[in-house]
């Protein structure tokens, strides 16, 4: 006859480890787990990278087609003209050399800073235009950064821009 002391001591000491391994989860259940949630992870962080890229389209082709609006009529009215090519966007922010005295400007607010896009280039500028005949051309090259592509985003464009590069 076994020892009823024995007995409920070794009776416990299954319980004990019964619970611990049905309460416990196994390395590979963590391993799995984990790498579960890096792909989610993975997976929001391109698609938070495309929302960034979307948003920096959008911001640029406001800029180019609305933004640069009224400050180019006000220099318009106040110097008989648009800028040339030449004189470029920087005529809004400094006086043109050659007409200083009819320049009432600064005729946007930020300075140089406010002519760069979201990519880090110099928004370009054409006066007269090859896209608005008789008007003048805004653009940025957009998030390849090459000029004359099809990523180029201009106050003449109205189709959608793809999202590439950054």
């Known amino acids: 006859m076994q020892n009823p002391l024995a007995l409920h001591a070794t009776h416990r000491t299954a319980r004990r480890i019964t619970r611990a391994t049905t309460r416990a989860f196994t390395l590979i259940e963590i391993l799995v787990v984990l790498a579960i949630a890096g792909m989610i992870v993975g997976l929001a962080v391109a ?5 960034f890229v979307s948003a920096k389209i959008d911001t640029t082709r406001m800029f180019v087609g609305s933004s640069l609006k009224v400050p180019l009529q006000s220099y318009r009215m106040h110097m008989g003209d648009v800028p040339s090519t030449a004189e470029g966007l920087q005529a809004l922010i400094t006086a043109p050399a050659d007409r200083a005295e009819r320049w009432r400007g600064p005729y946007i607010e930020g300075g140089k800073s406010v002519l760069i896009d979201p990519w880090g280039n110099p928004y370009r500028y054409a006066y007269p235009g090859t896209h608005n005949k008789g008007g003048y051309d805004i653009w940025s090259v ?8 099809a990523d180029d985003i201009g106050n003449w464009s109205t189709d959608s821009v793809s999202p590439i590069g950054q």
């Open 142 to 149: 957009g998030p390849d950064k090459q000029d004359g592509t």
């Open 47 to 51: 698609n938070f990278d495309n929302l």
